[in-house]
C-alpha cells in the first residue's frame, strides 16, 4: 500500500555534501514519522535522523554523530522527506535507509512502519 523511494546517495570526499531524498506515495492518510537509519558494514543500523509528530508540533531528532552537519526536513505536500549531508566524513560511510510510520486507511489512526531499499553513501579521505 505503501512504496518508499529514496535517491541522492553516492560518492563523495571528505567535506563533502550530499541530500538524500526519500519520497512516500500509496493510500497515505498521515505521516506519522519519517526519517533514517545508517548501516555500515558489520555494524549495527543506527537512527540518523527522524521527525516525529509531523504536525506543527513536530520535532526533529538527530544522532550526536551528525548533529550541526546533517539537516532533516520534511515537505508534508509532497510526502518527501530530505537529508542534507555537510561535512561528510569517511566515518558516514554506510548504506542508508528511508523509514517512516505511515498511517493508511486501513490503519488510523494507528500506523505501520515501512523502509526504503537503502541508497549507498561513501565519503573517502
Known amino acids: 500500500q505503501v512504496q518508499l523511494v529514496e535517491s541522492g546517495g553516492g560518492s563523495v570526499q571528505a567535506g563533502g555534501s550530499l541530500r538524500l531524498s526519500c519520497a512516500a506515495s500509496?493510500?497515505?492518510?498521515?505521516?506519522?514519522?519519517m526519517g533514517w537509519y545508517r548501516q555500515a558494514p558489520g555494524k549495527q543500523r543506527e537512527l540518523v535522523a527522524l521527525?516525529?509528530?509531523?504536525?506543527?508540533?513536530?520535532?526533529?531528532s538527530y544522532a550526536d554523530s551528525v548533529k550541526g552537519r546533517f539537516t532533516l526536513s520534511l515537505d508534508n505536500a509532497r510526502n518527501t522527506v530530505y537529508l542534507q549531508m555537510n561535512s561528510l566524513k569517511p566515518e558516514d560511510t554506510a548504506v542508508y535507509y528511508c523509514?517512516?510510520?505511515?498511517?493508511?486507511?486501513?490503519?488510523?489512526?494507528?500506523?505501520?512502519?515501512?523502509w526504503g531499499q537503502g541508497t549507498q553513501v561513501t565519503v573517502s579521505s
Open positions: 523509514n517512516a510510520d505511515i498511517s493508511t486507511r486501513s490503519t488510523w489512526p494507528g500506523g505501520d512502519d515501512y
Open positions: 500509496g493510500s497515505i492518510v498521515r505521516i506519522r514519522a
Open positions: 521527525i516525529t509528530s509531523t504536525g506543527s508540533d513536530g520535532s526533529t
